[in-house]
């Protein structure tokens, strides 16, 4: 029986790396009989001033002149699942930087690129992220409750839709019918009472990362809990919330 828990492992980070190294991964996580998917996260910039990577404090910088070459995630999954079709692709990503419709056709793309799920897990935006490129944080949460409606909208939709939100309004809008017959799943990605209000009421699950926004197990088992009462409180769901923690971790011998 498939166990309840599943797990991902990430792929990918930098344009320094060589691309062959994202396929041979992405085998090695097929092969291992442990691994459930693969996973990546759309950023623009780390978070740290560039002026910080440098060999005196990372002996890294010698291997990665800098630390915000990130590769295009949607792209990156798509060539590991070229290597690895049967694994599940995860998306983490914001509802600031890109419009439900394309999102939705980027989903469907990959769908048919794998056997397994196709996940998107969506913030509020990060002011590193956005402020720099000339998007307006500010309309996070906004953004985030549009987009969850409306790319569910048009993924489940068979006819043209009319979709109106906080900044986004469909006529007669479509993406077309092919591989709508895939599973697909919307996630909640981030914290906060506001953030935990929309995942509950649109999404699928939520993830939080540790120790990130859930700076210890504790606070990983409240986030949880909190998830959990706003869900009650909005009364009977149509589909079952899960959750997902993302821990950072630093591997050695």
């Known amino acids: 029986m498939r166990s309840p828990v599943e797990i ?27 691994v459930d998917g693969i996973t990546m996260w759309d950023q623009m910039t780390f978070f740290h001033p560039p002026s910080l990577w440098t060999a005196e404090n990372t002996p890294m910088a010698a291997v990665m002149p800098d630390f915000d070459s990130f590769v295009d995630p949607f792209a990156t999954l798509a060539f590991a699942a ?43 935006g990060e002011i590193k992220q956005c402020k720099p490129f ?37 006529d007669t809008a479509t993406v077309g019918n092919a591989q709508k017959e895939r599973s697909f799943r919307l996630w909640g990605l981030g914290g906060g009472p506001r953030l935990i209000d929309i995942t509950t009421s649109y999404a699928d699950g939520f993830t939080t990362a540790a120790p990130l926004v859930a700076t210890t197990p504790t606070a990983v088992d409240r986030t949880e809990e909190r998830v959990e009462a706003t869900a009650r409180r909005q009364g009977p769901r149509p589909r079952r919330l899960r959750l997902r923690a993302v821990p950072s971790v630093l591997p050695h011998p």
Do not use: C
């Open 82 to 124: 070229s290597a690895a079709p049967s694994l599940n692709l995860s998306i983490g990503t914001d509802a600031v930087r890109r419009s439900p419709a394309e999102l939705a056709q980027s989903m469907l793309t990959l769908s048919a690129m794998t056997t397994g799920s196709v996940t998107v897990q969506l913030g509020g």
């Open 134 to 170: 000339g998007w307006k944080r500010s309309q996070g949460l906004q953004r985030l409750e549009d987009m969850l409606r409306a790319v569910r909208a048009l993924l489940e939709a068979r006819e043209p839709i009319h979709f109106e939100g906080n900044h986004w309004t469909f």
């Open 8 to 34: 991902d492992a990430a792929v990918g980070l930098s344009r320094y790396m060589p691309a062959a190294g994202i396929t041979a991964a992405a085998r090695a996580f097929e092969d291992s009989g442990v």
